[in-house]
């Protein structure tokens, strides 16, 4: 197992015999350097892999992770959540802006951007804040950061946008270039701090405060009014919840610029898991009930739900090692993303494989106006390829991570392990 950075690499010449495409038919791929040519072009002495059983997917585009690198070093950093990302088969990350100092100024937003340049094993899409530091009050520098990295998204993630005037002057100051908000959905009065657990049976039992359905379907709908106002695009993080999608579903069909992403845990994970207080399981928004993740395993399929995104959320053991209403909320994701959605999606027969490229690839690529991203794998296109064994499994170790975190929800779990080989830009990222 290798992961190199993109800068510390040279672009590769690869010929992949017998491979299947994500529409089912069967072909050659030619990796010449940067971009996928003819296969008739590629020289005799070439490196051939065997493809035969493999299918070859565009590289994977994830919309949300937290990179923690300024401020949390100790948790992840550019270096190692990007090898991360090129394990889990992805060629470009969205780093949300909660870092130390928060992404509120062109200043920071070109610190990460120029770290990513160097370290980065896949690209970097900056993202900036929608509030100085996040506190929800006033607008950050939104125009600068977006002249100064070409940033399109911004979220005030991990802290919700919560003050209804502040989001709409956000999307009138967006608008204007036509960027998008990223909303982390959780009204602050009805999941306050100590709300931790989807409040239900569950947390009565284990006497955890609740976190309504409430606090996040009240969000989206009033969002929805703003961005239908305004005309400005709007994308839902992390949508947990079946009301939710009744929202989305509605919205889209008035015609609101809406996306939304769904993550792999809650397309998994449910609120039972929290019975042993184990805080690795304390995520925002939380695990709710089997019949709010079947609910969204439906919205991913029918297009509700536009994009799978991990919200990969590494967090140091001193932060997850505490009571379960005092350790932080998050669980990393890049390196089983792909796994969750192949047993939860494809294999129940929810989506074919080139529903998976559009969820994983296709449409986050257009959320963040990424031209070189989200392209077909054909003669022409930037090499952007993650090439997937869809019958291996194995049962998930934390520690066989390239993550510096260990906060992983799917420990011990038997899974699909599809990712052999991830090309960024030609440059080969991760091979098995
Ligand atoms: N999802 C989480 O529970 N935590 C995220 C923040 C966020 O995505 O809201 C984090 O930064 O740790
Ligand atoms: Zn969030
Ligand atoms: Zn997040």
């Known amino acids: 197992m290798t992961v190199i950075p993109l800068r510390s690499s040279v672009p590769a010449r690869l010929l992949i015999t017998g491979v299947a495409l994500a529409d089912g038919t069967t072909t050659d791929i030619f990796v010449d350097h940067e971009v996928f040519a003819d296969p008739a072009d590629a020289p005799d002495d070439v490196e051939r892999i065997d493809g035969t059983g493999l299918v070859a997917l565009p590289g994977l585009v994830d919309p949300h992770v937290h990179l923690r690198e300024p401020g949390r070093e100790d948790a992840e950093t550019i270096r190692t959540g990007t090898a991360a990302a090129a394990r889990g088969g992805f060629t470009a990350v969205q780093a949300m802006a909660n870092t130390t100092p928060v992404t509120d100024t062109a200043d920071v937003a070109r610190e990460v951007a120029g770290i990513a340049a160097e370290q980065g094993a896949c690209e970097v899409v900056v993202c900036g804040a929608i509030t100085k530091g996040l506190a929800g009050e006033q607008l950050a520098e939104l125009g600068l950061i977006h002249r100064a990295t070409g940033t399109q998204c911004f979220s005030d993630d991990g802290m919700c946008v919560a003050d ?166 998050g669980m990393v994701g890049l390196e089983q993303s792909l796994a969750v959605v192949v047993d939860t999606l494809l294999t129940p027969g929810l989506l074919d494989w080139e529903g998976v490229a559009d969820r994983m690839s296709y449409a986050p690529a257009k959320l963040l106006g990424l031209a070189g991203q989200g392209r077909p794998v054909a003669p022409g296109e930037p090499a952007n390829l993650c090439l997937v064994d869809p019958s291996a499994r194995r049962t998930v170790d934390p520690a066989d991570t390239a993550s510096l975190s260990r906060n992983n929800p799917y420990a011990g779990r038997d899974l699909p392990d599809p990712v052999r080989l991830t090309v960024c830009r030609g440059h080969v990222t991760y091979r098995r």
């Not at 069909?253 to 792999?264: F, K, S």
């Open 164 to 329: 209804p005037q502040v989001m709409r002057r956000a999307f009138e100051y967006v608008r204007a270039f036509d960027g998008v908000l990223a909303q982390h959905a959780q009204d602050p009065r009805l999941a306050g701090p100590d709300a931790c657990c989807h409040e239900g049976e569950v947390s009565g039992k284990l006497g955890l405060g609740g976190w309504p359905v409430a606090a996040e379907t009240t969000i989206v709908a009033r969002d929805v009014e703003l961005a239908a106002l305004t005309g400005a695009r709007y994308h839902v993080c992390h949508v947990s919840a079946r009301e939710t999608l009744d929202v989305i579903r509605a919205a889209k069909a008035r015609g609101v610029r809406i996306t939304a992403e769904a993550t792999p845990h809650h397309l998994l994970l449910t609120t039972d898991l929290l019975t042993g207080y184990d805080t690795t399981f304390k995520v925002n928004p939380p695990l709710r009930t089997a019949e709010h993740v079947e609910a969204l395993r439906q919205a991913v399929a029918d297009g509700t739900v536009d994009m799978i995104a991990t919200d990969h959320a590494p967090h140091a053991p001193q932060d997850k090692d505490h009571a379960f209403v005092d350790a932080r909320p």
